[in-house]
């Protein structure tokens, strides 16, 4: 019935309040998936007049002797529904229940990049990362979420955006996992009562180091709708940002070795983008024999250089007589590794 007949038929009793209200809705709360049906009940003991008023599905309105109705929607779209089922006596008291309903709609996309930049980041400095929901609702109840995975497959959890209406901004908030360092913002900076489709930037501002050079960052979003929702929650994720970190040269010898006639002397140095390296010997510039020999023991100066930055090693070699084991190397670990011969002489890239 329509609302108009609804409101003469409210106006055709007489005022006044029911002692007790015996309405019962079931389920007392919906959360449904945006254009999806939805359904609820009411049942009453004992009832005159009852009926359902909504801004979708059918409004119904009965004579005495019906203590159960159906509310129905094919398809809801309306945010903002509140479902409410009445009843009046004779004595022309009311009472109402009013159906909460939470409509939601999965992200179209989740999306991270950087803020205002793009190629390779370098060690140390800080850099803005954006995670982008789009067209999502309620966004009150989104938690995002930065993940970093590492050259070796470890998963790290870098922030989790907290649940319910906490959006502030958390410039305050400064976690130091390792050499990383991140604070987290939000946009909006207030979600309370927004039931309609939104779009949600989260940033986390992360300060990389050598370590990250080849990892991955990407970012989730989770709507926790509570224990009426979907379960599991759904999430969304974004795809992979890989990490490209520019770091300055950094040795990893040994300040003193041991070497047998015959051996070669390598050194290991690690930078990206790859470093030039020079062998020294008294000051000058060294082009060594093919082979160790007595004549060969000292110390040695290694200097690295990219644009990064540079760096510098002794070495003390120590050759002692007896054949050749194997070649006595000075091992690094990670990524842009040069292996640096003493009989091969790396100039300048400058």
């Not at 119904?60 to 779209?77: A, I, M, N, Y």
């Not at 987290?184 to 939104?198: A, C, G, H, R, Y």
């Amino acid at each position: 019935m329509h609302t108009h007949t609804l409101l003469l038929l409210l106006l055709l009793l007489k005022p006044g309040v029911c002692e007790s209200c015996s309405l019962v809705v079931s389920p007392a709360g919906l959360v449904v998936k945006y254009e999806a049906p939805a359904s609820a009940n009411c049942t009453s003991d004992t009832v005159t007049f009852m009926g359902w008023e909504s801004s979708q599905g059918e409004s119904q309105f009965f004579s005495p002797g019906v203590k159960e109705l159906t509310w129905r929607v094919d398809s809801l779209t309306d945010w903002n529904i509140k479902p409410q089922c009445f009843e009046m006596s004779e004595e022309g008291g009311q009472c109402a229940r009013v159906l909460n309903v939470t409509v939601y709609k999965l992200p179209d996309r989740v999306s991270i990049r950087y803020l205002s930049h793009s190629g390779p980041v370098v060690e140390g400095h800080q850099y803005s990362l954006h995670c982008v929901v789009q067209n999502i609702a309620p966004i009150e109840h989104l938690r995002v979420t930065f993940f970093k995975v590492s050259t070796n497959g470890e998963q790290t959890v870098l922030y989790t955006q907290p649940l319910n209406n906490d959006i502030q901004q958390r410039n305050n908030d400064i976690r130091e996992p390792v050499n990383e360092s991140f604070s987290l913002q939000f946009s909006p900076s207030s979600v309370d009562n927004i039931k309609t489709p939104e779009n949600g930037t989260y940033t986390l501002d992360f300060t990389p180091s050598r370590d990250d050079d080849g990892a991955q960052l990407w970012c989730s979003a989770m709507l926790d709708l509570g224990p009426e929702g979907p379960q599991p929650p759904p999430v969304m994720e974004s795809d992979r940002l890989n990490i490209n970190v520019h770091f300055a040269p950094e040795f990893s010898c040994s300040a003193k070795l041991q070497m047998r006639a015959g051996e070669g002397l390598t050194c290991n140095v690690r930078g990206n983008p790859l470093p030039s390296v020079t062998w020294l010997r008294d000051g000058q510039v060294l082009t060594p024999p093919t082979h160790l020999s007595r004549e060969d023991a000292g110390n040695y100066t290694l200097m690295a250089l990219n644009r990064i930055g540079k760096a510098n090693h002794t070495v003390e070699v120590e050759v002692l007589h007896g054949p050749a084991a194997r070649g006595a190397s000075c091992q690094a670990a990670g990524s842009a590794t040069v292996a640096v011969l003493l009989h091969q002489l790396i100039h300048w890239l400058y």
